[in-house]
């Protein structure tokens, strides 16, 4: 079944993508599980202050990705936009702009308690960054540069504010992890662009995909994986990971998985499109367990 025939119900789901916002869940985490490890403390409003507020920084990110994505014509055939189930661009866009601001509102809170604007400060250039990835008159993303935005991000920005948000102090500690999650979370922006090809070419969009195509794509999969895997170790090696680090490699069959799935079906749109959701469930537990093995 293609999205454009998919029910109601499904098709929702599809637009509000539940499982996405686990990429602001992992960063917020791993940093503060640095910060724990450290400290022996977490001060826990900050912790769910600022994970509430990075959740709606996501949803802001996706609602207007559909608003942005209609303005160029890029999402004409995704039955599952926002925009196009609500035919209301409008009012998509200044309901992602409610959630921008009251993610914001949480970050003003955290530097009012902490009498520090670092957090906020830190956040609000990964929005800004986020912005030029769809917004006018950036839209990087169709320049191929979302990936790299992508890492910066959420890699070293959002884990070194989480750490920061704990300890408020600056240290190169988070960096190796900082360095995991942005490539985690930059897969599964790179798995995204799969099974829309045809409608980023059309729209102009050079996505790494797009000028890679599908198939060197998925002969890139596995490196960028056992990349991800190899750097774990050569981290611990140099002792900047502790052992219980090891406990993300429980997450390999999930990255095995990703590259068999994107192997079989990355000429398959509608096969491929779920691959993204295999990616964030690896990000998610590699992410997960990374923390669990810095706290260990
Ligand atoms: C919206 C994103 C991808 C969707 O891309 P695309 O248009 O190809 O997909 P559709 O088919 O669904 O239309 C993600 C883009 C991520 C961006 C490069 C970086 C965003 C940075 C965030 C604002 C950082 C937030 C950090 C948080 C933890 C506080
Ligand atoms: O809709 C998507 O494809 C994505 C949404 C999103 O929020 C995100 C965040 C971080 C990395 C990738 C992605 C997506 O691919």
Redesign the pocket.
Known sequence: MTTQTLPTRKLWFAALKPPMYS??VI??WVGSAIAWSEQQHLNAPIFWTFLS??IL??AW??LT??VF?ADTG??VN?AH?LVNLTGNQSLIFWLANGFLGLGCLGLVAIAWWQQDVTVLAL?LL??F??YT??GPPFRL?YQGL?EL??FV??GP??VS?AYYSQTQAWSIRPLPAAIIIGLTTSLI?FC??FH?VAD?LSAG?R?PIARLGTARGARLLPWICGGIFGLILIFMGFNLFSNGVVLSWVSLPLAIHLCRHVWRYHDQPDQVKDCKFIAVGLHFVSGLLLGIGLLA
């Open positions: 990429v602001a960063p917020i507020a990075a920084i996501i990110l996706n990705n559909d994505d890029i999402d995704k936009s956040i990964s929005c960054l986020g990835y769809q993303g979302g935005i992508c991000t959420f920005l959002a504010a922006l995204s662009h829309q980023d969009k996505s």
